[in-house]
């Protein structure tokens, strides 16, 4: 099956800073999102980008569906992004979604 | 709010016994899914319904879980003769199952269930 990795692990930042996340997968895939997930366990949506490029105020995320990789940007980071963030696909043949293991970032104040 | 609903929310029960945890999906949406999520991991895919038909199960789901969606609305999960290892957060995912093979999937708030 897709394997799906997400890079860094951790990360942590001073408010107002920039990052950016990565998410390689394996084979070619038909659906890609990415996550936050809350303290609470709740998953919320990001974007839904199984190609192209998408803004959504301070978070934009870019598929490169020919070279296996998704990035999320988030800019400006407030302590409020703090969370982690996945990444999902599915695959042909499929609607289930393979999810990354996570970013898990903290913004300091 | 017209969101995925779960219920309950929290679940703790004594190992040995039987669960049953509700997801009710976005209205109209024709796909309904089942992950379970343990500390520290991704949500893992267990199962899915198109409708009231289920299309796909994980190895994950042993002879001890049984999902079901009769009418082609909620939908649940129970789980038999809980051991410890069944402790975990129990996401349900609804999609509108209408675009070819695209398919945007939208999470309920979980039910997070502790085995004793």
């Known amino acids: 099956g897709i394997q799906v990795e997400q890079s860094p692990p951790d990360l942590i930042l001073q408010e107002g800073a920039n990052s950016t996340l990565r998410c390689n997968f394996s084979d070619s895939v038909n659906n890609l999102q990415w996550f936050h997930q809350n303290p609470w366990g709740q998953l919320i949506n990001l974007f839904y980008i199984p190609s192209g490029t998408k803004q959504n105020g301070r978070l934009s995320a870019t598929t490169v569906a020919t070279e296996r990789y998704s990035l999320l940007y988030i800019s400006s980071s407030q302590t409020t992004d703090s969370g982690v963030y996945f990444c999902a696909v599915g695959g042909s043949g499929t609607y289930k979604y393979i999810f990354g293991t996570g970013t898990r970032l903290k913004v300091l104040a | 709010d017209t969101g995925v609903s779960q219920d309950p929310r929290h679940k703790i029960t004594k190992r040995g016994q039987n669960v049953t945890f509700r997801c009710d999906p976005i209205?109209?949406?024709?796909?309904l899914y089942w992950y379970r999520q343990t500390l520290g991991q991704g949500p893992e895919f267990l199962t899915y319904?198109?409708?009231?038909?289920?299309?796909?199960k994980s190895r994950l789901l042993s002879d001890r879980f049984s999902a079901e969606r009769p009418k082609g609305s909620f939908s649940t999960l129970e789980i038999q003769r809980t051991e410890q290892g069944d402790s975990a957060m129990y996401l349900c995912a609804s999609s509108a199952g209408t675009s070819g093979v695209r398919d945007e999937q939208f999470f309920g708030p979980g039910t997070r269930l502790t085995v004793l």
């Open positions: 319904f198109q409708n009231e038909a289920q299309l796909e």
């Open positions: 209205s109209e949406h024709n796909r």
